[in-house]
């Protein structure tokens, strides 16, 4: 497994839990699109892997501290 197996693994991992409703869904994607981006930045040789690894784990810990708010009407 490589380092972009483990950031889509994480950002995979985050997709799920906001479609499932363990975690808002409103940080759950912001936090998968860091992931994401952060997939890009490697691929683009402009951070190294280790710290995109390093800072994706910080991401998916963010990601799990916020429950879901209740489902009701938007302003």
Do not use: K, N, Y
């Amino acid at each position: 497994m490589t380092q972009h197996d483990d950031l889509a693994a994480i950002a995979a991992q985050i997709h799920a839990a906001w479609l499932s409703g363990r975690i808002c869904s409103l940080v759950g994607r912001g936090c998968r699109a860091r992931i994401l981006r952060l997939i890009r930045l490697v691929e683009q040789g402009q951070v190294p892997p280790e710290t995109a690894l390093r800072l994706a784990r910080e991401t998916e810990a963010v990601a799990f501290c916020l429950a879901p708010l209740p489902a009701g009407d938007l302003p």
